[in-house]
Protein backbone atom coordinates (compact mmCIF):
# COMPACT_ATOMS: atom_id res chain seq x y z
CA UNK A 1 0.00 0.00 0.00
CA UNK A 2 1.59 3.26 -0.79
CA UNK A 3 2.24 5.91 1.54
CA UNK A 4 0.54 9.26 1.06
CA UNK A 5 3.00 12.24 2.08
CA UNK A 6 2.42 15.20 2.75
CA UNK A 7 4.28 17.45 0.80
CA UNK A 8 3.80 20.35 3.43
CA UNK A 9 4.71 18.70 6.16
CA UNK A 10 6.82 20.62 8.28
CA UNK A 11 5.52 23.94 6.63
CA UNK A 12 4.35 26.62 9.44
CA UNK A 13 0.56 28.27 8.65
CA UNK A 14 0.41 31.52 9.06
CA UNK A 15 -2.30 33.14 10.87
CA UNK A 16 -3.63 36.52 9.10
CA UNK A 17 -3.89 38.50 12.46
CA UNK A 18 -4.23 41.82 10.37
CA UNK A 19 -8.09 41.64 9.69
CA UNK A 20 -9.11 40.56 12.94
CA UNK A 21 -6.75 43.63 14.23
CA UNK A 22 -8.30 46.00 12.37
CA UNK A 23 -11.86 44.85 13.38
CA UNK A 24 -10.84 45.08 17.00
CA UNK A 25 -9.43 48.41 17.05
CA UNK A 26 -13.06 49.57 14.98
CA UNK A 27 -14.93 48.06 17.73
CA UNK A 28 -12.85 49.76 20.48
CA UNK A 29 -13.03 53.05 18.78
CA UNK A 30 -16.52 52.91 18.78
CA UNK A 31 -17.09 52.05 22.31
CA UNK A 32 -14.40 54.33 23.81
CA UNK A 33 -16.39 57.58 21.47
CA UNK A 34 -19.96 56.00 22.50
CA UNK A 35 -19.26 56.02 26.18
CA UNK A 36 -20.86 58.49 28.44
CA UNK A 37 -20.45 58.46 32.84
CA UNK A 38 -24.18 58.99 33.59
CA UNK A 39 -25.15 58.98 37.24
CA UNK A 40 -27.92 57.09 38.02
CA UNK A 41 -31.43 57.79 38.13
CA UNK A 42 -34.16 56.92 40.42
CA UNK A 43 -38.49 56.94 40.44
CA UNK A 44 -41.03 58.56 42.60
CA UNK A 45 -44.33 56.92 41.94
CA UNK A 46 -46.96 59.92 42.50
CA UNK A 47 -50.98 59.63 42.53
CA UNK A 48 -52.19 63.05 41.01
CA UNK A 49 -55.79 63.90 41.47
CA UNK A 50 -58.05 62.35 39.26
CA UNK A 51 -60.09 65.06 36.64
CA UNK A 52 -64.25 64.89 37.23
CA UNK A 53 -64.21 63.81 40.26
CA UNK A 54 -66.02 65.58 43.11
CA UNK A 55 -64.41 66.57 46.77
CA UNK A 56 -67.45 64.58 48.44
CA UNK A 57 -65.97 61.19 46.18
CA UNK A 58 -62.39 61.42 46.81
CA UNK A 59 -63.07 62.11 51.03
CA UNK A 60 -65.48 59.03 50.30
CA UNK A 61 -62.58 56.93 48.64
CA UNK A 62 -59.65 58.18 51.18
CA UNK A 63 -60.12 57.07 54.64
CA UNK A 64 -57.83 59.12 56.45
CA UNK A 65 -57.37 62.83 55.69
CA UNK A 66 -53.65 63.54 54.10
CA UNK A 67 -50.87 65.31 55.77
CA UNK A 68 -51.30 68.62 53.63
CA UNK A 69 -47.48 70.22 53.23
CA UNK A 70 -47.58 73.49 52.37
CA UNK A 71 -44.33 74.76 50.26
CA UNK A 72 -44.74 78.53 49.54
CA UNK A 73 -42.30 80.13 47.16
CA UNK A 74 -40.84 83.68 47.20
CA UNK A 75 -40.65 86.11 44.55
CA UNK A 76 -37.85 84.19 43.08
CA UNK A 77 -39.25 80.37 42.93
CA UNK A 78 -36.67 79.96 45.70
CA UNK A 79 -38.65 78.15 49.03
CA UNK A 80 -39.62 80.74 51.11
CA UNK A 81 -41.73 78.79 53.58
CA UNK A 82 -42.49 75.21 54.35
CA UNK A 83 -45.46 74.45 56.51
CA UNK A 84 -47.70 71.18 57.68
CA UNK A 85 -51.29 72.23 58.37
CA UNK A 86 -50.58 75.30 60.67
CA UNK A 87 -47.41 74.65 62.15
CA UNK A 88 -44.37 76.49 59.94
CA UNK A 89 -41.38 73.65 59.60
CA UNK A 90 -37.97 74.63 60.01
CA UNK A 91 -36.87 72.44 57.12
CA UNK A 92 -37.16 69.16 55.44
CA UNK A 93 -35.21 67.64 58.20
CA UNK A 94 -37.94 68.14 60.46
CA UNK A 95 -40.46 67.72 57.91
CA UNK A 96 -39.12 63.83 57.62
CA UNK A 97 -38.81 63.31 61.55
CA UNK A 98 -42.77 64.59 61.92
CA UNK A 99 -43.78 62.32 59.07
CA UNK A 100 -41.91 59.00 60.46
CA UNK A 101 -43.42 59.62 63.47
CA UNK A 102 -46.85 59.94 62.06
CA UNK A 103 -45.69 56.61 60.14
CA UNK A 104 -44.74 55.03 63.48
CA UNK A 105 -47.73 55.82 64.89
CA UNK A 106 -50.19 54.31 62.47
CA UNK A 107 -49.12 51.22 63.14
CA UNK A 108 -47.43 48.04 60.70
CA UNK A 109 -48.87 49.53 57.82
CA UNK A 110 -48.55 52.52 58.49
CA UNK A 111 -46.32 53.72 55.36
CA UNK A 112 -49.05 51.97 53.13
CA UNK A 113 -52.13 54.16 54.98
CA UNK A 114 -50.60 57.50 55.77
CA UNK A 115 -51.00 60.06 52.67
CA UNK A 116 -49.34 63.29 52.34
CA UNK A 117 -50.59 66.15 49.71
CA UNK A 118 -48.12 68.86 48.45
CA UNK A 119 -49.78 72.09 47.79
CA UNK A 120 -47.31 74.23 46.53
CA UNK A 121 -46.71 77.87 44.29
CA UNK A 122 -46.76 77.71 40.63
CA UNK A 123 -44.03 79.31 41.00
CA UNK A 124 -41.94 76.83 43.09
CA UNK A 125 -38.71 75.56 41.19
CA UNK A 126 -39.39 72.15 40.83
CA UNK A 127 -36.12 71.01 42.95
CA UNK A 128 -38.07 72.13 46.00
CA UNK A 129 -40.56 69.97 45.77
CA UNK A 130 -38.38 66.84 44.82
CA UNK A 131 -36.94 67.82 48.07
CA UNK A 132 -39.90 67.46 50.22
CA UNK A 133 -41.33 64.15 48.35
CA UNK A 134 -37.52 62.67 49.12
CA UNK A 135 -38.39 63.67 52.88
CA UNK A 136 -41.71 62.18 53.34
CA UNK A 137 -40.92 58.90 50.83
CA UNK A 138 -38.28 57.09 52.54
CA UNK A 139 -34.42 57.37 54.34
CA UNK A 140 -31.21 55.62 53.47
CA UNK A 141 -30.01 53.95 55.83
CA UNK A 142 -26.62 52.32 55.21
CA UNK A 143 -27.06 51.26 51.95
CA UNK A 144 -30.83 50.18 52.08
CA UNK A 145 -33.35 52.54 51.80
CA UNK A 146 -36.25 52.33 53.66
CA UNK A 147 -39.42 53.06 52.76
CA UNK A 148 -42.21 56.07 54.32
CA UNK A 149 -44.94 57.47 53.00
CA UNK A 150 -45.98 55.66 49.31
CA UNK A 151 -49.21 57.68 48.67
CA UNK A 152 -48.03 61.31 47.56
CA UNK A 153 -50.28 63.74 45.30
CA UNK A 154 -50.63 67.27 44.08
CA UNK A 155 -53.22 69.70 45.33
CA UNK A 156 -53.91 72.28 42.17
CA UNK A 157 -51.57 74.84 41.91
CA UNK A 158 -51.63 77.94 43.48
CA UNK A 159 -50.88 81.15 41.34
CA UNK A 160 -49.30 84.14 42.66
CA UNK A 161 -52.15 86.38 44.18
CA UNK A 162 -54.51 83.78 43.09
CA UNK B 1 1.33 40.42 19.43
CA UNK B 2 -1.19 38.38 22.11
CA UNK B 3 -0.80 40.87 25.22
CA UNK B 4 -1.75 43.65 22.95
CA UNK B 5 -5.07 41.42 21.69
CA UNK B 6 -5.63 40.47 24.74
CA UNK B 7 -5.50 43.90 26.60
CA UNK B 8 -7.44 45.20 23.30
CA UNK B 9 -10.29 42.65 24.01
CA UNK B 10 -10.05 43.36 27.78
CA UNK B 11 -10.75 46.77 27.08
CA UNK B 12 -13.90 46.05 24.48
CA UNK B 13 -15.23 43.68 27.21
CA UNK B 14 -15.20 46.98 29.39
CA UNK B 15 -16.91 49.47 27.16
CA UNK B 16 -19.38 47.01 26.22
CA UNK B 17 -20.64 46.06 29.98
CA UNK B 18 -20.49 49.79 31.22
CA UNK B 19 -22.09 51.03 27.70
CA UNK B 20 -25.72 52.19 28.94
CA UNK B 21 -28.06 51.91 25.57
CA UNK B 22 -30.62 53.45 27.39
CA UNK B 23 -29.74 56.95 27.26
CA UNK B 24 -31.10 57.62 24.36
CA UNK B 25 -33.95 59.51 26.47
CA UNK B 26 -31.98 61.70 28.45
CA UNK B 27 -31.38 65.44 26.65
CA UNK B 28 -28.82 67.20 27.90
CA UNK B 29 -30.70 70.69 28.34
CA UNK B 30 -32.68 69.08 31.26
CA UNK B 31 -30.74 69.12 34.41
CA UNK B 32 -32.94 66.76 37.06
CA UNK B 33 -33.17 67.48 40.52
CA UNK B 34 -30.66 65.55 42.81
CA UNK B 35 -32.39 62.93 45.59
CA UNK B 36 -30.96 60.65 47.50
CA UNK B 37 -33.54 58.20 47.17
CA UNK B 38 -33.34 58.07 43.32
CA UNK B 39 -32.25 54.30 42.51
CA UNK B 40 -32.80 53.13 39.11
CA UNK B 41 -36.40 51.11 39.54
CA UNK B 42 -36.07 46.98 39.91
CA UNK B 43 -38.44 46.39 36.95
CA UNK B 44 -39.36 47.79 33.90
CA UNK B 45 -42.45 50.02 33.27
CA UNK B 46 -45.01 49.22 31.32
CA UNK B 47 -45.70 51.09 27.77
CA UNK B 48 -43.18 54.15 29.04
CA UNK B 49 -42.91 57.18 27.65
CA UNK B 50 -41.16 60.10 28.71
CA UNK B 51 -41.73 64.03 28.93
CA UNK B 52 -39.26 66.22 29.81
CA UNK B 53 -39.56 69.71 30.92
CA UNK B 54 -37.35 72.68 30.33
CA UNK B 55 -36.32 75.43 32.81
CA UNK B 56 -37.79 77.51 30.51
CA UNK B 57 -41.13 75.58 30.14
CA UNK B 58 -40.86 73.88 26.85
CA UNK B 59 -41.50 70.20 26.46
CA UNK B 60 -39.40 68.39 24.34
CA UNK B 61 -40.87 64.89 23.55
CA UNK B 62 -40.38 63.18 20.02
CA UNK B 63 -37.07 65.26 18.98
CA UNK B 64 -39.34 68.64 18.87
CA UNK B 65 -39.41 71.11 21.33
CA UNK B 66 -43.10 72.43 22.16
CA UNK B 67 -45.02 75.23 24.74
CA UNK B 68 -46.72 72.93 27.42
CA UNK B 69 -50.13 73.66 25.95
CA UNK B 70 -48.55 72.32 22.83
CA UNK B 71 -48.03 68.80 23.58
CA UNK B 72 -51.53 67.95 24.17
CA UNK B 73 -52.29 66.65 20.24
CA UNK B 74 -49.25 64.35 20.32
CA UNK B 75 -50.36 63.00 23.62
CA UNK B 76 -53.70 62.21 22.51
CA UNK B 77 -51.98 60.66 19.44
CA UNK B 78 -49.91 58.31 21.47
CA UNK B 79 -53.38 57.19 23.43
CA UNK B 80 -55.04 56.48 19.81
CA UNK B 81 -52.08 54.38 19.12
CA UNK B 82 -52.01 52.60 22.16
CA UNK B 83 -55.95 51.87 21.72
CA UNK B 84 -55.39 50.43 17.96
CA UNK B 85 -53.04 48.18 19.98
CA UNK B 86 -55.94 47.04 21.98
CA UNK B 87 -54.35 48.70 25.26
CA UNK B 88 -55.52 51.05 28.08
CA UNK B 89 -53.62 54.46 27.99
CA UNK B 90 -54.10 53.73 31.99
CA UNK B 91 -51.54 51.26 31.62
CA UNK B 92 -49.17 53.44 30.21
CA UNK B 93 -46.39 54.90 32.37
CA UNK B 94 -45.49 58.53 31.89
CA UNK B 95 -42.05 59.67 33.03
CA UNK B 96 -41.69 63.36 33.56
CA UNK B 97 -37.93 64.30 33.53
CA UNK B 98 -37.94 68.16 34.74
CA UNK B 99 -35.60 70.63 35.14
CA UNK B 100 -34.82 71.46 38.71
CA UNK B 101 -34.80 74.96 38.26
CA UNK B 102 -39.03 74.23 36.00
CA UNK B 103 -41.94 76.05 37.97
CA UNK B 104 -43.70 73.72 39.57
CA UNK B 105 -46.82 74.71 38.43
CA UNK B 106 -46.15 73.77 34.62
CA UNK B 107 -45.49 70.18 35.41
CA UNK B 108 -48.37 69.82 37.17
CA UNK B 109 -49.91 71.17 33.90
CA UNK B 110 -48.06 68.90 32.30
CA UNK B 111 -49.59 66.29 33.96
CA UNK B 112 -53.02 67.54 34.11
CA UNK B 113 -52.72 67.46 30.23
CA UNK B 114 -51.96 63.68 30.52
CA UNK B 115 -55.36 63.38 32.19
CA UNK B 116 -57.14 64.76 30.55
CA UNK B 117 -60.12 62.47 28.94
CA UNK B 118 -59.23 62.45 25.56
CA UNK B 119 -55.84 61.35 26.35
CA UNK B 120 -56.38 59.52 29.95
CA UNK B 121 -52.96 58.55 31.22
CA UNK B 122 -52.92 57.25 34.80
CA UNK B 123 -49.48 56.56 35.55
CA UNK B 124 -46.89 58.51 36.50
CA UNK B 125 -43.44 59.04 37.79
CA UNK B 126 -41.32 61.63 38.70
CA UNK B 127 -37.86 61.25 37.76
CA UNK B 128 -34.58 62.88 39.87
CA UNK B 129 -31.09 62.03 39.75
CA UNK B 130 -29.42 60.15 41.93
CA UNK B 131 -27.23 62.73 44.70
CA UNK B 132 -27.29 64.50 47.49
CA UNK B 133 -28.36 68.33 47.99
Not at chain 2, 3 to 10: A, L, S
Request: proline letters at 6%; glycine letters at 8%.
Amino acid sequence: MPKIKSTTEGEKIELQMTPMIDVVFQLLIFFILSFKITTPEGDFNIKMMPLGKSLQTLADEIPAPPLTVRLEAGSDGQLASLSMGDRKLKGFDELHNIVLSRVGDAGPSGAEEVEVELDCDYDLKYEFVVEAITAVSGRVQGNAILPLVQKIKFASPRKAGG
Amino acid sequence: MTPMIDMTFQLIAFFMVLMNFGEGEQDERIRLPLSQLAKPPDAANTWPMTLQLTKVGTVLFGGEEMPVAGIRPFLVREAQVLKRMERDPKEATVIIRADAEAKTGEVQELIGICQSREIGFEKFILRAKQGQN
